[in-house]
């Protein structure tokens, strides 16, 4: 990391308290002072991502990259950024960029696989994952991509299988507790299913997902009003654009709850 600067401690400090009105400004005025700077670019870039600026984030972060090649943080922010605005090839050359660098970044595996995954080749995906996990055992999150390679197949007991070995590594990993409970949704075990949402919840009360599944099960259980309850949540918990259907879809649900009622 380069030496800070009073201005960029003051874009630090407001970033940190979440007042990205006040980091982004600071944060480009400490740009403008240390313009080869890895360490402002990666700041300005993901303050401008959570403030859903996302491509003037790309653009900072491609420059940050740019400038300093070998920086593994920078890279894995700018594809993270591209995979989450589906931009899936641009990701992919990321991460397969941060593998050159160096061939032992198991999470840069791990998101290659990611990326195979939510292009329909799960297959190539399964090898990412299990490349990792031969380096990497223990890796909760490799085994809980893992199971979800084997659930999209409709291999569910396997798919439990890694998401158990997956909690046993990272037993406070609210994902985890919702591929289980999403498993369970499936197989038609409402009550573990009800059971595991509600622990993902409490280990990640932003877990939007979590809400939208168990609003599903409720709405099984015909308990409409906690199905409600739990759509809402969904809905404001829920901001990405790439959820934009699903919003719609949700929202369209809950004036048709509300007539119920």
């Known amino acids: 990391m380069e030496e800070s600067n009073p201005t960029l401690e003051q874009g630090k400090q407001a970033f940190e308290r979440g007042d990205l009105s006040a980091a982004i400004p600071l944060l480009r005025k400490a740009l403008s002072e240390a313009p080869r700077s890895a360490e402002v670019h990666l700041l300005l870039g993901e303050a401008l991502a959570e403030f859903g600026r996302v491509e003037e984030a790309i653009a900072v972060l ?3 990259v740019d400038l300093a090649e070998e920086d593994i943080e920078l890279r894995f922010a700018l594809g993270d950024l591209y995979f989450e605005a589906g931009q899936l090839d641009e990701a992919l050359s990321c991460y397969q960029a941060i593998l050159h660098l160096n061939m032992e970044e198991v999470e840069a595996r791990i998101s290659i696989g990611l990326v195979y995954f939510h292009r ?3 297959d190539l995906a399964e090898g990412c994952y299990r490349a990792a996990l031969e380096t990497d055992p223990g890796n909760a999150f490799a085994l809980k991509c893992l199971g979800e390679v084997h659930a999209s197949r409709g291999e ?3 798919a439990m299988a890694c ?4 909690l046993e ?3 406070e990993d609210a994902g985890i507790h919702l591929n289980l409970a999403e498993s369970f949704y499936d197989g038609g075990d409402l009550e573990a299913a009800q059971k595991e949402c509600r622990e993902a919840i409490r280990l990640d ?4 997902e979590a809400y939208l599944t168990l609003g599903n099960i409720c709405l099984d259980l015909d308990e409409a009003r906690d199905a409600l309850r739990n759509y809402e949540k969904f809905l404001a918990c829920e901001h990405s654009p790439a959820a934009r259907e699903i919003r719609e879809e949700v929202a369209a649900l809950i004036e048709g709850l509300k007539e119920e009622l």
């Open 120 to 122: 329909g080749e799960a």
């Open 169 to 171: 590594q990272d037993p």
């Open 62 to 64: 491609k420059e940050g």
């Open 205 to 208: 009360p932003e877990l939007a």
């Open 156 to 158: 569910m007991e396997q």
């Open 163 to 166: 998401y158990r070995q997956a």
